[in-house]
C-alpha cells in the first residue's frame, strides 16, 4: 500500500543559533496539521537532498520549528546551517508513528529518554499535551546542550551530562537508567541514536520493564 504525502514550500522566519553546531530553524507552517512526534522531511529549496528532522515545535504554535545538529562533512545539515529568514525549505510530510495517544498518556507513567536533538519529538509532546505524567531523561555531552529544557517541569526532568560536572547525573544516559526506578507500567519511548536505544532498552529488559512497552525512534 502506497502513501501520498504533503508537498509544499515554507518560508524561513527565524534561525536560532542555540550553540556553535546547533540551531532552530522556525519557519511557515501554511496551515498544515500534524500529530506531536512526526516528522518533516527537508530540502533547502532546489536541492535534490532531503533529510528527516522532528517537528519540535507544539500543536498550538502558528510555526514548524525543527531542532538541528550539524554534522561535520553531513551533505544536508551544513546548507541548513547557512540558512536566513526569506529562504525556502521544501517539505514533504508531515509524516512518522511516533506518536503518543491520549489513550496512553493518561493511562501510563511516560518515560522519554533522549540523546542531543532526538529531544526535539518530546519538546513537542510537552508543548502540545498538558496532561501528561512524565519523567524527560536527557543525555549529552555539556548543559549547553540542554536543549529546550525550559519547555519541561524542573522536577520531571533529569539531565545527564558525559563530559561535565553541571547536570543532575554525570554520566551517559544508560549509566544514569542502570541507577533509576521506573513504575513497571511505564511506557518508555526512545529517540537519538541507535546505539543508545539498543544500550537503553538492553538495561530497561535486565530491570524487568516490558519490551512491548518501549517505542523508538532512531536518528542515525
Ligand atoms: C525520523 C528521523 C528524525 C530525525 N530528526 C532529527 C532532528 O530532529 N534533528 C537532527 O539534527 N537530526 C534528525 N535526524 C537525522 C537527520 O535526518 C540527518 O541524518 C542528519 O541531520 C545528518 O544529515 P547530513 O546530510 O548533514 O549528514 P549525512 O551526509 O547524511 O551523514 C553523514 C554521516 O553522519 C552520521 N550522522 C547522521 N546524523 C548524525 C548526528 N546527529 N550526529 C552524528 N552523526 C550523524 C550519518 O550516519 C553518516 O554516517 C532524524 C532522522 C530520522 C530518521
Same mark, same amino acid.
Given at each position: ?35 506531536? %512526534?512526526?516528522?518533516?522531511?527537508? =530540502? ?18 502558528? &510555526? ?21 529568514? =526569506? *529562504? ?23 518515560? /522519554?529518554?533522549?540523546?542531543? $536533538? ?12 498538558? *496532561? /501528561?505524567? &512524565? ?14 529544557? =525550559? ?19 554525570? =554520566?551517559?544516559?544508560?549509566? &544514569? ?21 539498543? *544500550? ?5 529488559? $535486565?530491570? %524487568?520493564?516490558? $519490551? ?9
Amino acid at each position: 500500500m502506497s502513501e501520498t504525502y504533503h508537498h509544499s514550500f515554507h518560508k524561513i522566519l527565524n534561525v536560532r543559533h542555540l550553540t556553535e553546531n546547533t540551531f532552530i530553524v522556525q519557519l511557515e507552517r501554511n496551515g498544515l496539521n500534524f500529530i506531536p %512526534g512526526q516528522h518533516l522531511v527537508v =530540502g533547502k529549496k532546489g536541492d535534490k537532498e532531503f533529510r528527516q528532522y522532528s517537528i519540535y515545535s507544539g500543536l498550538n504554535e502558528p &510555526y514548524f520549528e525543527i531542532l538541528v545538529r550539524e554534522v561535520a562533512k553531513g551533505s544536508v545539515t551544513p546548507k541548513l546551517k547557512k540558512l536566513v529568514p =526569506g *529562504d525556502e525549505l521544501e517539505i514533504n510530510g508531515p509524516m512518522g508513528y511516533f506518536t503518543l495517544s491520549e489513550q496512553r498518556r493518561q493511562s501510563h507513567p511516560i518515560v /522519554m529518554i533522549a540523546t542531543g $536533538t532526538g529531544i526535539a519529538p518530546f519538546h513537542s509532546w510537552v508543548s502540545s499535551f498538558r *496532561d /501528561m505524567n &512524565y519523567q524527560m531523561i536527557h543525555g549529552v555531552r555539556k548543559s549547553e546542550e540542554a536543549y529546550g529544557n =525550559g519547555a519541561f517541569r524542573k522536577d520531571r526532568f533529569r539531565l545527564c551530562t558525559s563530559q561535565e560536572i553541571n547536570g543532575h547525573f554525570h =554520566g551517559r544516559v544508560t549509566e &544514569y537508567l542502570k541507577k533509576a526506578y521506573f513504575s513497571p507500567d511505564s511506557l518508555f519511548y526512545l529517540c537519538g541514536n541507535s546505539e543508545m536505544i539498543f *544500550d537503553a532498552m538492553e538495561i530497561l529488559k $535486565t530491570k %524487568g520493564m516490558n $519490551t512491548n512497552n518501549m517505542f523508538a525512534e532512531v536518528y542515525f
